[in-house]
């Protein structure tokens, strides 16, 4: 394939990451700080959050199967998920996190399943989109 049509299509691939809300300014950020010492800065970064981010999934899946629901301890996991997904721009995942909090607030426990779900698919629909990303820009 022609260098300028590879560019050309790992150029659409970003952008539309972008346009769809899935990114947000944060993840061109860490595209900054990416240089020739560090090539891969970026997708190592992501790949840390998302093995970061299976331990906080595991542990809010753990944590809503106890009864009575500690919705603290479901909001700190939460407010870690928010935080990590933040700081890589997952601008979807972040918007799902916020819902969920939400419903510990008003201390819904339900809301707060219905909430991880959309969450944990908002979280492997960005892995799946990012692993392609990084497969055709590498």
Do not use: W
Request: aromatic share 12%; charged share 30%; hydrophobic share 35%.
């Amino acid at each position: 394939m022609e260098l300028n049509q590879m560019k050309r299509q790992i150029n659409f691939a970003r952008n539309s990451l972008f346009e769809q809300g899935y990114l947000d300014e944060q993840f061109t950020q860490l595209e900054d700080l990416q240089d020739d010492a560090n090539p891969n800065f970026v997708e190592e970064i992501v790949t840390l959050f998302f093995s970061d981010s299976m331990r906080l999934i595991r542990n809010v899946e753990t944590a809503l199967e106890n009864y009575p629901t500690d919705f603290c301890k479901l909001d700190d996991y939460m407010h870690q998920f928010m935080g990590s997904s933040s700081s890589i721009g997952a601008k979807k995942v972040k918007e799902e996190c916020t819902q969920f909090q939400e419903c510990c607030r008003v201390r819904n426990t339900e809301g707060c399943r219905r909430a991880f779900q959309r969450v944990k698919q908002e979280h492997a629909t960005l892995k799946r989109k990012l692993e392609t990303y990084f497969q055709v820009s590498f």
